[in-house]
């Protein structure tokens, strides 16, 4: 095997080594079939076996019990934009989100070209979205909330979701499903690209209640109606087979490795620690999110000058620690330390970071 670096990005992200080496043992001839996991049958009975595994998986991980159907959709996070309003507004109720930056204010724009009533009711752009917003009054009348849980650019996080009465929360989970434990219960629909915490890119992970198929037009695409997927099992074409293949995997590792999903937050709440504290205290590195509403998937940092940020981004990838450098609509540093980056991981950054503090500070 090749050299594995550190692997920081933030998506496509590291995967546990396990796995990648469970899908390279197995890649030529999958299960006996003779044939790798991408070049079965999508309608064959070993396919069959991939999927529904990966369903049950996440119905166990998240305990969704009966009320909730779980999919696998194409056009990644992003389809799911348009496809929210599209199948669960109603008709002369509003529409209501909570603006915490990029990906929030994306499925906003893509709410308002449908002609929906949207309501922007909390946003916390008066201060770059560098925190979560806590003031806001919901209309109860409202076909449902939606909320970004984590917001990978920005490098907030929900640490409590909103509390509503009786309107089906939406939420963009895409960099922090299946971190931490949570309850379902209050959501319609959750949605996450698996790109970032469960698996390679090529599909969105739709998890909906059952109820909220009801609200879905006829005059719909096909290929745009959730009931469409949720009638065929996420079979009516051709699914990214070899990426839920790997989803499968690492929800495996998660139930039987990790040991679910509050063993999952705490290591998570361990890691996040151990970085937050170092910049914390260092003088040199200056953290961007608002600390009660710091991300534990995205840390989000800056130093004294750009020129050091593009020195230090530099620096770090000649010591095999990649990734480091922020999104490109923000600038500065980011460490996505998500589920599969270990602290081993979290660790060499924290001592290249002390040392790079020493010379440069």
């Excluded at 009638?231 to 995997?249: D, M």
């Excluded at 290591?267 to 040199?284: P, T």
Aim: charged share 20%.
């Amino acid at each position: 095997m090749g050299k594995r670096v550190y692997n920081f990005n933030a998506g496509p992200a590291a995967l546990p080594l396990s796995v990648l080496e469970q899908i390279q043992a197995e890649f030529l001839d999958y299960e006996g079939t003779g044939m790798s996991i991408t070049e079965i049958s999508h309608r064959s009975k070993p396919f069959d076996k991939v999927i529904n595994e990966a369903v049950e998986r996440t119905n166990r991980l998240l305990n969704l019990g009966e009320d909730f159907q779980v999919l696998f959709l194409q056009g990644g996070a992003s389809m799911q934009f348009c496809m929210v309003p599209m199948n669960l507004a109603l008709t002369g109720k509003p529409v209501e989100y909570i603006n915490t930056g990029t990906w929030a204010t994306k499925a906003i724009k893509e709410a308002k070209i449908q002609g929906k009533d949207v309501r922007v009711i909390a946003s916390s752009e008066d201060k770059n979205f560098s925190y979560i917003p806590k003031d806001y009054t919901m209309d109860e009348e409202a076909a449902y909330l939606h909320f970004t849980s984590n917001n990978t650019i920005k490098g907030t996080q929900w640490a409590k979701f909103p509390v509503v009465k009786k309107v089906p929360l939406v939420s963009d989970m895409s960099s922090d499903i299946m971190s931490r434990p949570f309850d379902p219960k209050p959501f319609g629909l959750i949605y996450a690209g698996a790109q970032k915490n469960i698996g390679p890119a090529g599909t969105a992970l739709v998890i909906i209640r059952k109820d909220m198929l009801e609200r879905v037009p006829e005059n719909l695409p096909t290929m745009l109606k959730y009931t469409t997927f949720a009638k065929e099992n996420s079979l009516f074409n051709t699914p990214s087979c070899f990426t839920i293949y790997t989803i499968n995997l690492v929800l495996k590792w998660l139930e039987e490795t990790v040991g679910g999903l509050a063993a999952m937050e705490k290591l998570n709440q361990e890691k996040g620690a151990i970085l937050y504290n170092f910049m914390d205290q260092s003088g040199f590195y200056r953290g961007t999110a608002e600390k009660d509403s710091r991300s534990l998937m995205n840390v989000t940092f800056r130093l004294p000058s750009e020129d050091l940020e593009a020195k230090f981004v530099a620096e770090a990838t000649k010591a095999d620690l990649v990734g480091l450098k922020g999104h490109r609509s923000v600038g500065g540093c980011r460490a996505s330390i998500y589920n599969a980056t270990s602290q081993e991981a979290v660790l060499a950054l924290v001592d290249f970071m002390k040392n790079f503090a020493q010379k440069n500070g």
